[in-house]
């Protein structure tokens, strides 16, 4: 069965630092999201995206995040200047249409530890 | 806006007992309500969800949900457990009439079968 790769599994960086996290959706979706969980908390929305631009983001997702597809296959999220509280376990989504009718696919999660 | 309560964060079962894990949401003119589990090192897997139409939903593997709207709830239950069900189960309901890409998550409930 097709699913949502993301690289890397785990990922540390200084205070400061950007990072880039990586996502795969599934080849024939078309809307792609991200969430984060910080360790003991909810999971949270940050971003979805389709037609190559964000089509709905929450509060936590300021100036300092951004999505890209850089090409057919990848969907990234790069955190600019990263600070401690943006550890978590960020997930990627996919879905093949937007709709509540149509399941979201979970990729296994990039862990961010931000020292 | 929408919010999801699981009040129980962490559920110890003995295999073969009947479990329910509760989840109640913040009331809303239309409703949309899923169950997400996470195996161990693994991202979210949709269980099961509620759009419309019969208020008891199944999922394939034993589990069910009942839709609640007079007390706001969505609690899962299954009525033998199996020692595979040990993972986390978080409840989520959409909060974006119909659009599922912002999901409101609740902060997991972690079921445990001992044998």
């Known amino acids: 069965e097709p699913e949502v790769t993301q690289t890397p599994s785990h990922q540390v960086t200084q205070m400061g630092q950007e990072v880039i996290l990586r996502c795969v959706p599934i080849?024939?979706?078309?809307?792609f999201y991200w969430y984060r969980q910080i360790l003991g908390q909810k999971v949270e929305f940050l971003v979805s995206?389709?037609?190559?631009?964000?089509?709905?983001k929450s509060e936590i997702f300021d100036d300092q995040f951004s999505v890209e597809r850089p090409d057919g296959s990848n969907f990234t999220l790069k955190i600019r200047s990263t600070k401690l509280e943006d550890s978590a376990m960020y997930f990627c989504a996919s879905s093949e249409e937007g709709s509540v009718y149509s399941p979201l696919h979970f990729g296994n999660g990039t862990r961010l530890t931000v020292t | 806006a929408q919010s999801v309560t699981q009040l129980d964060s962490q559920v110890p079962v003995f295999e073969e007992a009947p479990v329910e894990l509760r989840c109640n949401y913040s009331?809303?003119?239309?409703?949309?309500l899923f169950w997400y589990v996470q195996y161990p090192n693994q991202g979210l897997q949709l269980l099961l969800k509620?759009?419309?139409?019969?208020?008891l939903v199944e999922s394939i593997n034993g589990f069910e949900a009942e839709f609640n709207k007079s007390q706001t709830s969505f609690h899962l239950r299954k009525p033998s457990v199996h020692i595979s069900d040990t993972a986390e189960y978080f409840c989520?309901?959409?909060?974006?009439?119909?659009?599922?890409?912002?999901?409101?998550f609740g902060k997991g409930t972690k079921l445990s079968v001992k044998p």
């Open positions: 989520a309901v959409s909060d974006s009439g119909g659009s599922q890409g912002n999901l409101i």
């Open positions: 509620y759009l419309s139409g019969s208020t």
């Open positions: 009331s809303s003119v239309s409703v949309y």
């Open positions: 080849s024939n979706h078309l809307y």
């Open positions: 995206f389709y037609n190559n631009e964000i089509s709905e």
